[in-house]
């Protein structure tokens, strides 16, 4: 039995890599597996998991993730227009296939990767993708998910297990990360489309209630604490009702992708009730916060004009020498996210000027988050990445109160968003549940 599920498991999983080829599996004269070869991958998650199953699957990408010059590679052409490992526009692409968050199993046997076009198992590839399901599924049960990955061949080691099951990459974290920020960013990009749909046709959700508004214990499980505990100005102004969220983003010209919301209240200090066409927002402050702050300070580093606040007096900060240096290194590049510091003594820098958005946060938090992201990055600096460190530092944290105004204003600055519907991080902003959902809920339908 034992060897006839390994057959199984390696003949279905080279038919999905290779969808132009037909397989065919017997056992005892009768036919247990049959692929078409028609070169559709959805054709072969047919065969194998039932048109019901596969009719549901979300499919990736392309999802580029540029790594810099040292994993720039030029093809001269496509291998083949039927895999889905022939496009090689940039050194890393993960595309595939993922199931909805109401597609779920007991195990972890359902996730399927391809390594340039090897069957591999890979633990933090596999953790990747449950990682990316974050709050999303019942707790004990894990996703469906079939992923291609394709980067240049001198940076992954095939040579690590006798049987080549196994691989390891030479710049391990870069495939962790888009593998879950593509997962994430599937998972997410579908829900606001089936929910913007129902907007459009008055939020009637009875016959088909998106995942956006499933509820779930984890749903609203209390969110951790932040670490940074930054005294912005506008926070200090909470019990009189005044101040203002530190972010003037102009998006005027931009046509709202959300739709009108009043703001009701907040939950827990961490979550703005809003009502909307026939339904409600759960709204997650700090990933909205976080979102209207990146999309403002990515236009203007995009725009090489950061708006940067001088500080009356530097702030000294002391790093470990291996950070100093990697500081210095990449000293051009931190000061165009809007940080210009000088040297101040062994291991030692004084921060002049901060991004005019984090004029009230404290410089050396500020510095510490863009080195950590210079480390986490290896030597490939990525504009997203300082970007949202610098949001990630100074935005609303869980357990904050707001008042009306404030929410208020924390809406306005989501509305004004290209991309309202997640943080930088690829984390939903929101959760929608419509009326008729919530009948359903209550038992009303």
Known sequence: ???????????????????????????????????????????????????????????????????????????????????PLATRHSPLEVTGFVGPPGVHFAN???????????????????????????????????????????????????????????????????????????????LVADAPTRQMSAWALGGNEAESPGWMGSLSQESFAPAQAAQADLALSWLDELDDGGGELPIVTDHSATESQLPIMRVVGQVGASYIITEGPEGLFLIDQQAAHQRALFEQLQAEWAADRVTMQTLSTGTAVTLSPSQAKLLEQFQEVVARVGLQFEAFGPNTFMVRAVPKIAASADPARLLVAVVTELEQSKGMVEEVGLVTAVCQTISLRPG??????????????????????????????????????????????
């Open 108 to 186: 972890r046997g359902q996730i399927t990767l391809f390594v340039n076009g090897r069957w591999v198992k890979d633990t933090q590839l596999t953790y990747a993708v449950i990682q990316a399901y974050h709050t999303l599924l019942p707790s004990g049960r894990y996703p469906l998910g079939l992923i291609f990955m394709q980067l240049p061949p001198d940076e992954v080691d095939v040579n690590v297990h006798p049987t080549k099951i196994e691989v390891r990459f030479r710049h391990d974290k870069a495939p962790f990360g888009t593998v879950q920020r593509a997962v994430r960013q599937t």
């Open 400 to 445: 904050q109160a707001l008042t009306p105004t404030q929410m208020e204003q924390l809406i306005q600055n989501l509305e004004k968003c290209t991309d309202p519907f997640t943080d930088p991080q690829g984390n939903p902003t929101f959760i929608y549940l419509s009326v008729a959902q919530l009948a359903r809920e209550f038992g009303k339908i």
């Open 1 to 83: 039995a034992t060897e006839k599920r390994l057959i199984d498991e390696f003949v279905t999983r080279y038919a999905l890599a290779y969808p132009q080829i037909r397989f065919r599996l017997t056992h005892n004269g009768r036919i247990t597996f049959q692929s078409s070869g028609s070169g559709q991958v959805r054709d072969v998650l047919v065969a194998i998991y039932g048109p019901e199953i596969a009719r549901q699957l979300l499919e990736i990408g392309p999802f580029d993730f540029a790594q810099g010059k040292d994993w720039r590679v030029e093809t001269e052409s496509e291998t083949s227009n039927h895999s």
